[in-house]
């Protein structure tokens, strides 16, 4: 048999549950990446085009749910995270602090952690937010994968021009970064996704079964 599309893994992805602090996140083993962005990057449609699974989404737009760490399954001890999103407006500096300590808290004591996939608009990159956590992914020393979304506003020339700016400033930066193009309404940048992913994860793909490296 040969090997399934790396994209296919994720279609297996499920909610698992939701948490507002780090005590009700699942249990810390196995391997999971998180998604995070600021609101309206684009990030809900790029776990949709990933799983191929337009409800995944709205479970994490529920509202009331959208301040929480929400958890998709893909098998035991593997996980893909939808982090809050950020920059909402008329939110109270008390939920952004709270948002704050929550992602904060996550992101340096969550062990199974292995990757973190940074989403921007291909238009508008490298916010104030993106830096922040990028310098957070730095000082953990964690790995970041960044999608420059909604890749379809700009001409295939744009893109490339955005690509090479993104790529330039992270040159700087000294980490281990990655960049690509993204799209969710074409369904462009899917495997590329699945790939990096699936090497974060240490999952290999073997004759349609997957094999999970990660401790569990
Ligand atoms: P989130 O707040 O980061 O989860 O962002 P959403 O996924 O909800 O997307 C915000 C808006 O951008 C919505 O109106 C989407 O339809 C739109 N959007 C998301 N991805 C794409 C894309 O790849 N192409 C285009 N043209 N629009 C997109």
């Known amino acids: 048999m040969s090997n399934p599309p790396p994209a296919s893994y994720f279609e297996k992805a499920v909610y698992a549950t939701s948490a507002a602090s780090l005590k009700q996140c699942p249990g810390d083993t196995g391997a999971e990446i998180a998604f995070a962005g600021r609101s309206n990057a684009g990030k809900s449609s790029a776990l949709n085009a990933l799983t191929r699974n337009s409800r995944l989404a709205r479970t994490s737009k529920t509202p009331g749910r959208t301040q929480l760490l929400n958890f998709f399954e893909l098998e035991p001890g593997i996980r893909l995270v939808d982090l809050p999103g950020y920059g909402f407006a008329r939110v109270p500096d008390s939920v952004k602090e709270q948002w704050q300590k929550l992602i904060d808290q996550y992101l340096r004591q969550r062990q ?105």
């Open 112 to 216: 199974s952690l292995r990757g973190l996939v940074l989403v921007m608009d291909i238009r508008h990159p490298l916010s104030d937010f993106d830096c922040m956590m990028l310098d957070w992914a730095s000082a953990c020393e964690m790995p970041v994968h960044i999608l420059l979304s909604k890749a379809d506003k700009l001409k295939k020339m744009a893109q490339g021009k955005q690509l090479d700016l993104v790529k330039h400033a992270l040159a700087k930066r000294q980490q281990n970064v990655s960049v690509q193009t993204f799209s969710a309404l074409k369904a462009t940048g899917v495997t590329p996704l699945a790939d990096r992913l699936l090497e974060l994860l240490e999952v290999v793909l073997i004759s349609g079964q997957s094999q999970a490296l990660a401790g569990k």
